[in-house]
């Protein structure tokens, strides 16, 4: 028999930790039953506390939940929910026996969104781990993964879908972009304006400066401060003539009279005024892409972020005039890389340089992969995704576009002072799926291909209601990448989507930026093309 340690991680809001308890009392029962019955112990490190809920919920106090841990103890980490992964990282670091990070395959919380990040950073910090994911803890793939576990303290994934990018499968053009790309970036250089740097936690979001510098890009550290100061300068004519333009165009707020509950128009004008604001921002201080942390400083400030974002991201975006009276940019999205996550900020960067170079539409947003099942059935069976990033995405990427797009108050137990998500069901078509982390003090990218489908209304209504309906929903489904071998090998919480016009020149894309990538440093790989 062997006795397994438990910690919990969780977020930092406690309004959150007590509305998801429940999910996770209920995800260790079931676990601890299951471990029991192949004759084994899991004991909570950390009790529940008085106010119920058992999470960590602070650095500190999982630096002290550590210091009592047996530092050979074999030690799980159970996540139904969001996490702060800087909870649990500083303990981890120094635990010498086998961890294993384990969530339950549950749209209701994002579980497996903290179990992804938890191992990006754990990646990144260079701590050994080993991971599982189920939907009851009794399926095969779980039990044989914990055997393997208990007996050897790592797990072996099945990793096939992964090739080396050769650099081979590129026209002379095509190469020829890139390097054109790669050349301007090392002179001329460009900057990622970091609104508060580290969000929720992410250690594996945070890019080294010294890994940035090689490929020509610096970081403007901003501050959120800044931002609130800049917001509550801009008039509220001004903020009335962007919101003028959101209804011009017929995105649907779905407006009420009480804000604690309800989006109502003051939160709305406010985050019109914070997109001027970033918009004026990232020009004076000359940045090429933008990162806004949003979830904790801003957050008690003014409504959340979400709205600017998914604007920023979109060519077709309200105008925002200088000064003098000359527009900022006019016509073009300002690649903003949603909770500061640079690693998709970078890559945003590459996106936008190469859409823009190849004349593809250049919206592009990150998702968090938040859960998934198979849809249909027989030989039609496919596993499709929820990816569904925290508040928006670029309407370009919503079926309807801007008419398509919904704006809804965003959760009161993460949001208290609300404001309005960018909503909307991706529309189908062709899209590329990449993902740069950091991994043995180097930078990496996965990039593959895939597609966002179209499923029955009752089906996206029951992914939407079983997740966050609030939030914006891609169908994704991608090529030659299976459930296991994704979650396995994925570093990250985030996956970054871009659309293309067609396979063929979505494939394109895919090879001009591995090779923009490839000749700017980075390791790539191919996942399942
Ligand atoms: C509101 C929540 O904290 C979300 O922001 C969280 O689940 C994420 O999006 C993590 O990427």
New binding site residues.
Partial sequence: MTDIVLVASG?LRES?NLQCWPAQAAMEAKLTEVIEGLGHSLKRAHPVKPQGHGFIASQREGMDVFASIDPDAPLIVAEAV?QYSHHVLPGLTTHKGPILTVANWSGQW?GL??LL?LNGSLTKAGVPYASLWSVDFGDAFFLDGLREWLETGTITHDASHVRPFAGTDLAAEDRAIAAEIAADLRRNKTILGVFDEGC?G?FNAIIPDALLMPLGVFKERLSQSALYHAAKEVPEAEARAVYDWLLARGITFHLGDDPETDLTEAQVLDQCRMYIAAVRMADAFGCEAIGIQY?QGLKDLLPASDLVEGMLNNDDRPDVARADGTVIRQGRAIVHFN?VDECAGLDGVLINRVHRALGQPVETTLH?LRWGEAYGSGVEEEFVWVFE???AVPPAHNAGGWAGSESFRQ?AM?FPAGGGSLMGIAKPGEIVWSRIFVEGGQLHMDIGRGQAVELPEAETLRRSESTTPEWPIMHGVLTGVSRDQMMARHKA??IQVVYATSAEEADKAMYVRAALAQDLGITVSLCGV
Avoid: K, L, T
């Fill in positions: 977020d959150a969001w994002p969104v903290g990040n929720m992410m979830q909770e968090d990033i925290s508040g959760p993460y919480n985030h």
